[in-house]
């Protein structure tokens, strides 16, 4: 992946998590009765909510990944060098 594709990932899964965050607030509780339209637009909410975390935990992993490659490249390099 590249870090420009990695970055606007990001960017757009956090700005999106604060958008749903927003339009949260604004819907009706659960217990009340809702329109077709509205148990639309929580299951839509619902549903970007959940992409946006899944797509933020494979950045997470991403990152861990490199930082462990990272950490093995700089031990391979320092055991060639000693």
Known sequence: MKMRT???DAAAAVNLL???RSVCDQLNPLG??????ELQQRAQIVDSV??????LQL????????EDA???FKARKNGKAA
């Not at 009340?32 to 339209?37: K, S």
């Not at 959940?50 to 797509?55: E, M, Q």
């Open 70 to 72: 990272v950490a093995r």
């Open 18 to 20: 604060k958008h749903a």
């Open 50 to 55: 959940i992409r946006a975390r899944t797509k």
């Open 59 to 66: 950045l997470r992993n991403r990152a861990i990944a490199l």
């Open 6 to 8: 990695a970055t606007l």
């Open 32 to 37: 009340t009765p809702m329109t077709m339209a």
